[in-house]
C-alpha cells in the first residue's frame, strides 16, 4: 500500500493523558497536512508542513497541540493533557509542490477521550 | 478571513435524479478548489479545478470553476444510492504559507 498511512486507527485515552499519533505521507509528497474532523462537520485545518518546515498553525490549534516533521517524511501530532472536546477523528493528507496536484488523505485515527 | 460555503447542507434525491452541489469562496491569493467524497472513511479526491469555464467530468460526475463570481458546482447525473456520501469543498490558496480550507460539506441522500 503506497497510501497515506496513519497510525494508530483507533485510540481511547483518559481525560489528561497524553497521546502522539503518526502519519506517514505518500514518499515522494513534500506537503502534508493534519485536519480534524467531528461528527457532522467538514475537516478542520490544523497545520501544515512543506518538508521538515511547520509554515502554518490553525487558531484551532491550542498550546496543548504540537505536530514535528522531523526529517521531512512522516509527521507526528501530539496532544498533551487531552481534554473530552478533543475527541474527534485526525486525519492526514500529502501532496506534491506542484502545479496541478492533489491532495490524498489517509484513513485517520479516531480518537476518544473519555 | 479565507471562507469556504457550500450548499445545499444536505439533499435527498431518489435515484436516477440530477443533483447540483454548490461552493462558494472568498479566498486571498486563489490557487485551487478541491471536491472529494467521503463515505465511512477518510475523504477521497475527485477533482482539482484551477481555471474557469473548463468542466472536468469522470463519468456521471461533473465540475466547474467561475472565478469570476467565486463558486463552484458538481454535477452528478442519473443519481445511484452508491454516490449517497458528503460531498466537500476545499480552496487552496497561493501563498508562501499554503493551507486547504474545507466547507462544511453537503450530505447527499440518494434513495432507491
Known amino acids: 500500500d503506497t497510501g497515506v498511512s496513519q497510525d494508530p486507527r483507533h485510540k481511547i485515552t483518559k481525560r489528561g493523558q497524553n497521546v502522539t499519533f503518526r502519519c506517514d505521507p505518500i514518499?515522494?509528497?513534500?506537503?502534508l497536512y493534519w485536519y480534524r474532523q467531528t461528527l457532522g462537520q467538514g475537516p478542520e485545518f490544523l497545520t501544515y508542513f512543506q518538508n521538515e518546515a511547520q509554515l502554518e498553525k490553525s487558531r484551532l490549534l491550542s498550546d496543548r497541540f504540537s505536530a514535528e516533521r522531523p526529517k521531512g517524511s512522516f509527521s507526528t501530532l501530539e496532544i498533551q493533557r487531552t481534554e473530552q472536546g478533543d475527541s474527534a477523528m485526525y486525519l492526514c493528507?500529502?501532496?506534491?509542490?506542484?502545479?496541478?496536484?492533489?491532495?490524498?488523505f489517509g484513513q485517520g485515527t479516531r480518537l476518544t477521550v473519555v | 478571513e479565507d471562507k469556504v460555503v457550500q450548499s445545499p447542507l444536505s439533499l435527498v434525491v431518489h435515484e436516477g435524479d440530477t443533483v447540483t452541489l454548490n461552493c462558494s469562496y472568498e479566498v486571498t491569493n486563489f490557487r485551487s478548489l478541491l471536491w472529494y467524497k467521503q463515505e465511512k472513511k477518510a475523504p477521497t479526491f475527485l477533482f482539482m479545478l484551477?481555471?474557469?469555464?473548463i468542466e472536468k467530468k469522470s463519468g456521471r460526475l461533473s465540475s466547474i470553476l467561475d472565478k469570476k463570481e467565486l463558486f463552484s458546482i458538481l454535477n452528478i447525473t442519473a443519481t445511484q444510492t452508491g454516490d449517497s456520501a458528503v460531498y466537500l469543498c476545499a480552496v487552496e490558496a497561493m501563498r508562501n504559507n499554503n493551507d486547504m480550507r474545507f466547507g462544511a460539506g453537503t450530505r447527499l441522500t440518494v434513495k432507491p
Open positions: 493528507a500529502s501532496s506534491l509542490v506542484a502545479e496541478n496536484t492533489e491532495a490524498f
Open positions: 484551477t481555471s474557469s469555464g
Open positions: 514518499s515522494e509528497h513534500n506537503r
